[in-house]
Each structure stands twice: as structure tokens, then as C-alpha cells.
């Protein structure tokens, strides 16, 4: 079966500090992956999606990058962290056969202090 | 541009009946979905349902959609303080495989 991982799951960074957010996928091959953030008490935001290796897409200019250096690894990252980074970051692949929908990660919980 | 909208809040009372009501803007999403937000947790899919279809029940839950109108909406019935959540509707687009998801629908049960 497919699963997700997300790591960490909590992370106090100091602003200015770097990030890296990694999600990785067990169980498929050659998954769209997207990470998603979600503001105190706001709904879901895009930020990135990847349809294969080296692939990325941005969907709103910002402070963070993303990468996909394998087929079922997506790592999110940020040389310098400002404090409206902060927010809780999922990770999510998506079912290309049936219902298409999303399956998250468990997120991580961003503050940035 | 693609937009999925719903209400910030709604309360019910134990054991009555919960509607949360979405609008989205693109006449070609295929698919639409509830998910479920528990606090401090990911996201979870409670159903889905296909373009094609008006109404899909999944034992205490209906999902009505009105292509024409394009509006979704999702019943829980009999809602139990279990059912405390944020609930998102979502939307696919057409242009890329991605799903856009509403702002999120905060329901809190009363005794």
C-alpha cells in the first residue's frame, strides 16, 4: 500500500536560519507531489508541485524553494526564514488512477521565532 | 480564475443534521471532495464525487452537487462532537493535476 512520510513533525527556527522539509512517498512510482502551507486559522495554499524528477512548479512567488531530487522524494526549503513562514506544511501525492484526490502527509508545524 | 468558496463557520447541535455548502468556479473540475482537518493533523478524504454524478451517500454522509449551479455541499448526519473539524472542499482543474481546495469550513457541535 501507499504510504507518506513527513518530517519533522515540529520546528522552532530562528529568522534568517534555513529550512529543509522533507516528504517522501513508499509504494508508487513516478507520483505528482505537491506541498501545500496553511496559515493560522486559513485555508490551503499551493506553493509547490512536481509531475516528475527535477520538475517543479511554483505557484505563488515567495521566500521558499522546493526540489525533487529522486521520483518519490520532495524536499521543500528556504535559505533564509522570515517570519511569515510560519504555518503548518503538508506534503500530498495524488491518486492518477480513480478519484484523483490527494493523500497528505501528517505535516509539520513551522514557527519561525 | 479557479476558486473554491465556503462558509468560515458553522454550529449544530448534537444529533442534528450538519450542511456545509461550497461554490467553485470552473464548470470543468471532474472531481470534487470533502476532506476532514482534525486538529493539529493532516488531511483527511472523506469522499468524493464524480462530475457526472448529482448525489453519492456514504452511510451518514451526502454529497449533493449542482453542476449547473456549481455548488457542492455535504451532510452529516446525526453530527456527533466526533465530527468536531475543519472540512475543506476541494475542486480538480482542468488545466494541470492539481486540486484546489476551498478556505476551509470550521464546524463545532453544541450539547
Known amino acids: 500500500s501507499q504510504t507518506i512520510h513527513q518530517w519533522p513533525a515540529t520546528l522552532v527556527q530562528p529568522v534568517g536560519s534555513p529550512l529543509s522539509l522533507e516528504c517522501t512517498v513508499e509504494?508508487?512510482?513516478?507520483?505528482?507531489l505537491y506541498w501545500y502551507r496553511q496559515a493560522a486559522g486559513r485555508g490551503l495554499q499551493l506553493l509547490f508541485y512536481?509531475?516528475?524528477?527535477?520538475?517543479i512548479s511554483s505557484e505563488v512567488p515567495q521566500n521558499l524553494s522546493a526540489s525533487r531530487p529522486q521520483d518519490r522524494q520532495f524536499i521543500l526549503s528556504s535559505k533564509k526564514l522570515l517570519l511569515s513562514d510560519s504555518g503548518f506544511y503538508l506534503c500530498?501525492?495524488?491518486?492518477?488512477?480513480?478519484?484523483?484526490?490527494?493523500?497528505f502527509g501528517s505535516g509539520t508545524r513551522l514557527t519561525v521565532v | 480564475g479557479e476558486d473554491v468558496e465556503q462558509s468560515l463557520f458553522l454550529s449544530v447541535r448534537e444529533g442534528d443534521s450538519s450542511v456545509i455548502n461550497c461554490t467553485y468556479t470552473?464548470?470543468?473540475?471532474?472531481?470534487l471532495y470533502w476532506y476532514k482537518q482534525e486538529p493539529g493533523a493532516g488531511l483527511q478524504l472523506l469522499t468524493y464525487?464524480?462530475?457526472?454524478?448529482d448525489m453519492k451517500q456514504d452511510q451518514r454522509l451526502t454529497v449533493l452537487l449542482n453542476k449547473k449551479d456549481k455548488h457542492l455541499s455535504l451532510r452529516i448526519a446525526d453530527t456527533q462532537t466526533g465530527d468536531s473539524a475543519i472540512y475543506f472542499c476541494?475542486?480538480?482543474?482542468?488545466?494541470?493535476?492539481?486540486?484546489?481546495f476551498g478556505s476551509g469550513t470550521r464546524l463545532s457541535i453544541r450539547p
Open positions: 500530498a501525492w495524488i491518486h492518477l488512477q480513480g478519484h484523483y484526490g490527494y493523500t
Open positions: 470552473d464548470s470543468s473540475s471532474t472531481y
Open positions: 476541494a475542486a480538480t482543474y482542468s488545466s494541470a493535476s492539481k486540486i484546489i
Open positions: 512536481s509531475v516528475g524528477i527535477g520538475q
Open positions: 509504494g508508487t512510482s513516478n507520483p505528482n
Open positions: 464525487i464524480f462530475s457526472n454524478m
